[in-house]
Every structure is written in structure tokens, then in C-alpha cells.
């Protein structure tokens, strides 16, 4: 991978320990989410783990605060756990239990929580980026400071609707930032094989909003850039920060890459944001061996927990297949209801 065009300066140890945290707490979900599929126990057949992204969610999102929306794309499992949300829940929601977020009927590629200001997760490339100028406006007439951001991947940069987007953040002087997550694959099709503009962020230069590229391989520098962004972004000046990673698997759990090499594989796994965040640690004594391996185990106890929490969570109830699926006060039209019967009559 080639450095980044204006990589951040090395930052500060600031937090680092509770950074390592957070993003060992994303690997860890994410690694117990590939057992409940392996299990035969979550639903649905496509799952898209965010191993070796950990920095990009847990840098960025350490500095939202309570009041900030965002859109994340199919593989935004570790920015919502990272912006608070209960793994358990997650986990329940991924298996298709109504102990989930979104009742079991979101699942891992549409789970939503207007409480933590979750818009929703897109399976649609690009298809969450349009919202956040929604809610960026909204937020620019209420007054109140809250940014909303877009996560997506490298694909949705090939996509019209993040131009379209980006023009109107700019032209409105939204609080709005689009952190594009390169993970240098779009399914089985490398960044060069899908475009020729490898300086992502000058896109978004062009439309007026402010923009940099910076490495995930160290989550402070991450952390620094989205800093920078978001103070700007909360006084209506709209950015876009393209994270460098590795996408550690394959697209979902099915795919074993036939497409990449070893050597790929190996030099992307090598630029480990986590175990790069362990050495930080050790190397400047902020904390031993013993205490992040006591973390790490308190961290796979808790993770353990949420797949027996999601295999003992009750099925959502038939009757309800349809709850919440129209606007509340809306009947449900009658072809619904009786196939609803008709289902329920048979047991
Ligand atoms: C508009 C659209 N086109 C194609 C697809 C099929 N598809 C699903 S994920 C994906 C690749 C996405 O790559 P990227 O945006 O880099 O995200 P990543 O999977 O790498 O996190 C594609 C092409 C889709 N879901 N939506
Ligand atoms: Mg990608």
C-alpha cells in the first residue's frame, strides 16, 4: 500500500489505552459474529466483517458526541458498536431475534437506533450518503451543533449520488462529513481496477468541502484527522476523510478471496491497527503485557456473552412480521392482513 498523500503527523498517546480498547472490543464482536454464522444461527446468508478496519470506526467515532447522526454501509458493525451501541443487542439483532435493535427485522446489513443516532446501515452502495445532508440540514436549522457522517467504502466512491451529496453539503454549508473507508477492495475488484483517481479526498476538494487522506494503520492519526474535520464540520464547513486499511477476509463469509494472493494478504494483515496499538502501548509503557491481556480477556468474556444472549432470545412472534414495516396510523392494506391469517392459521 502507498502512503497516503498528506498523511497526518504521528499523534499524541492520547486515550491510546482506551482506543486499543475500543478496537479490540470491534475485533472481538466481529469475530464472535463470524461464529454465530458458522453456528447456522444468524440470519440471513450475508454477513461483512469490519477485521482489520477497527481504527477507522473507533478513531473517527470517539469524537462524535450524543445528538450526532450517521449512515453507515453493509460492513457497519464496529462503527455502531463503537458509537455505544450493546453488543448484546447487536448480536440479537444479527441472529434475527426480537431482542434486537431493530426486532430481528434489520439484521446485520440494516440495523438502525434513532437513539444513538443510528439513520441505518445501507446494503445499497453509496445508498446511505444521501441522508446525512438530510439530517445535516435539519441540524443546521435547529441550531443545536450535531454533525452527521456517512461511512462508506472505497466502491461508493465510483458512485454519482456521494457528487451529488457532497455538492449540496458544500453549497448549503452543512455539518456534514463523508469518511469513505478504503479498504482497497470492492468485492473482488482492487481500488486500481475501478478507478484511476487514487487521491480520493481531491474529489471531494474539488466540490469546495475540506478533505485529507490519512492511514488507519495508528488509530491517534485517524483520531487527529477526524478531530480536525469535525470542529470544522460543527462550524458548517462539510469534509471527507478517506481512511487507508486492509480488508483483513473476504467480502462476506463465503468468499476465501481467490482473487488476491498470499503476498497481499500478508503485507495488508501485517498493518494491524490493534496489535500496531498493543506495541504503542508497550513500547511507550503505557500499560504491560498482563494488563492488556487481563483487557482483552475481560473484552472476550463480554463478547462471549452476546452470542449465548442471541441464541437464547426469543423469534419475533409471526404476528408481528409486519409491525413497524408502515408509518404508525397507517392501516396495513388488507392483502397483508389476510395473508398474515392465513400464515398464522396454518401454525
Ligand atoms: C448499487 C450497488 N451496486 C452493487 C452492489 C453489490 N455490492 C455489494 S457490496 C459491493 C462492494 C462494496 O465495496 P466497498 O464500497 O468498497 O465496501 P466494502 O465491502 O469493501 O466494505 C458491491 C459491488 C450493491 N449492493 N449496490
Ligand atoms: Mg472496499
Not at 115 to 141: D, E, K, W
Not at 300 to 321: K, N, R, V, Y
Request: proline letters at 4%; hydrophobic letters at 40%; a negative charge.
Amino acid at each position: 500500500m502507498t502512503a497516503p498523500p498528506n498523511a497526518a503527523a504521528p499523534g499524541s498517546n492520547t486515550d491510546l489505552v482506551e482506543l486499543y480498547r475500543g478496537m479490540r472490543r470491534v475485533r472481538t464482536f466481529e469475530e464472535r459474529v463470524g461464529e454465530l454464522f458458522v453456528r447456522g444461527q444468524s440470519a440471513g446468508s450475508m454477513l461483512h466483517l469490519s477485521i482489520g478496519e477497527e481504527s477507522a470506526a473507533v478513531g473517527f467515532v470517539s469524537l462524535m458526541r450524543d445528538g450526532d447522526t450517521f449512515t453507515t454501509h453493509h460492513r457497519g458493525h464496529g462503527i455502531f458498536l463503537a458509537r455505544g451501541a450493546d453488543p448484546k443487542r447487536m448480536m440479537a439483532e444479527i441472529g434475527g431475534k426480537e431482542a434486537g435493535y431493530c426486532r430481528g427485522k434489520g439484521g446485520s446489513m440494516h440495523i438502525a437506533d434513532m437513539g444513538l443516532g443510528h439513520l441505518g446501515a445501507n446494503a445499497i452502495v453509496g445508498g446511505g450518503i444521501p441522508a446525512v445532508v438530510g439530517a445535516g440540514l435539519a441540524s443546521r436549522h435547529d441550531g443545536r451543533g450535531a454533525i452527521s457522517v456517512a461511512f462508506f467504502g472505497d466502491g461508493a466512491m465510483q458512485q454519482g449520488i456521494l457528487y451529488e451529496s457532497m455538492n449540496m453539503a458544500a453549497l448549503w454549508d452543512l455539518p456534514v462529513i463523508f469518511v469513505c473507508i478504503n479498504n482497497q477492495y470492492g468485492m473482488g475488484t482492487r481500488i486500481e481496477q475501478a478507478t484511476r483517481g487514487r487521491a480520493l479526498h481531491e474529489r471531494a476538494l474539488a466540490f469546495g468541502l475540506n478533505a485529507e487522506t490519512v492511514d488507519g494503520l495508528d488509530v491517534r492519526d485517524v483520531r487527529e484527522a477526524a478531530s480536525r474535520l469535525i470542529d470544522a464540520a460543527r462550524d458548517g464547513r462539510p469534509g471527507f476523510l478517506a481512511i487507508e486499511c486492509y480488508r483483513f477476509f473476504g467480502h462476506a463469509r463465503m468468499d476465501k478471496s481467490p482473487y488476491r494472493s498470499e503476498q497481499d494478504e500478508q503485507e495488508g494483515r501485517a498493518r494491524d491497527p490493534v496489535l500496531f496499538a498493543r506495541q504503542a502501548l508497550l513500547d511507550s509503557g503505557q500499560a504491560d503485557e498482563a494488563t492488556l491481556d487481563a483487557m482483552d480477556a475481560g473484552i472476550a468474556a463480554e463478547m462471549d456473552a452476546t452470542i449465548d444472549f442471541a441464541a437464547a432470545a426469543a423469534e419475533p412472534p409471526l404476528g408481528t412480521m409486519f409491525r413497524d414495516v408502515y408509518a404508525p396510523g397507517e392501516p396495513e392494506p388488507e392483502a397483508v392482513a389476510t395473508r398474515i391469517d392465513r400464515i398464522l392459521a396454518r401454525g
